[in-house]
């Protein structure tokens, strides 16, 4: 009777606005489509609200391009015993140097193969640049379809794709990883599936992993780069600061005065000044890893 009755009472202060709700209070209680799709675990974070028509508002459905990129799609086996595809920009020479590229929720469309070009030539033409397709073929421009896909993807499959890139890179291979939203989370995560052979990691506001003895493992420093947001809050991203430090792993950050998704390719309200002082912040960052 006591709880029911504090309870009451907190729900009546917060009604009046005299206590104000946690920014993560809505994680709490979300429903997952996966088992394992939690804050902390393997798969992204952000299938909790992928269909919370909020979080879907800040996704305008991408502008569409017809870009005919300078690289080929390819395919390559993963350890699931299928197949899975990407788009590919081979260095000039030779090189084990990679840079392994995340799409947005939106798939493996024509403005991520378009960034991929970007990267390709502002690192000189010397590295790699592998844009995966981790929906296997899937893509879309409607926000809602863009979430079901999203909360749809086995979380073992996109491991595995993840891992059979690692293996077309070769074993003397040297990636780094970038990627936007889902593509951010992915980032680190494939920082994370690659071992010795990582090199670094970029983050455009994605979930960050957020277990200790996960980070524990990993083989580089990480840069990320983030909104203000509600979904990826102050909060979440500071932990993730803590946690990084708990695991003796540096972490460079920076907090945008930007909505999520300010820096998305396809974004009809693309930030471009923000945008800039991003990208150039993640070129400097992976020029430094290839140098």
């Not at 920009?89 to 378009?114: C, M, P, R, T």
């Not at 455009?204 to 493992?217: C, F, N, S, W």
Request: glycine share 10%.
């Amino acid at each position: 009777m006591f709880k029911l009755i504090i309870t009451g009472f907190g729900l009546l202060l917060t009604t009046l606005g005299l206590i104000k709700p946690s920014p993560t209070a809505h994680l709490k209680n979300a429903v997952y489509c996966h088992p394992d799709a939690a804050i902390n675990g393997p798969a992204t974070g952000m299938e909790a609200f992928a269909n919370d028509p909020a979080f879907q508002a800040l996704h305008p459905s991408p502008l569409l391009i017809n870009y005919k990129g300078n690289g080929d799609m390819i395919s390559f086996p993963t350890p699931d015993g299928n197949n899975a595809s990407g788009y590919l920009v081979k260095a000039k020479k030779k090189s084990d140097k990679w840079l392994f590229v995340y799409q947005e929720w939106w798939g493996l469309n024509d403005h991520i193969k378009k960034m991929a070009d970007v990267f390709y030539t502002d690192l000189g033409g010397d590295v790699n640049v592998l844009a995966l397709d981790m929906y296997d073929g899937k893509s879309t421009s409607d926000p809602k379809e863009a979430g079901q896909i999203m909360q749809g993807r086995d979380q073992n499959r996109l491991q595995n794709i993840v891992k059979g890139a690692y293996q077309h890179a070769g074993k003397k291979a040297k990636v780094a990883n970038v990627g936007w939203c889902f593509g951010g989370g992915w980032s680190l995560r494939s920082a994370l599936i690659g071992g010795r052979n990582n090199v670094g990691s970029v983050i455009y506001y994605g979930m960050p992993v957020r277990d200790v003895e996960q980070l524990k493992t990993l083989n580089s420093d990480v840069l990320g780069l983030f909104a203000t947001e509600q979904y990826i809050s102050k909060e979440i991203i500071e932990d993730f600061a803590a946690k990084m430090k708990e695991a003796n792993k540096k972490l460079e950050y920076k907090i945008f005065d930007a909505v999520h998704g300010f820096s998305n390719p396809s974004n009809p309200k693309y930030d471009e000044e923000k945008s800039k002082e991003a990208y150039g912040m993640a070129l400097a960052y992976l020029k430094q890893k290839f140098s």
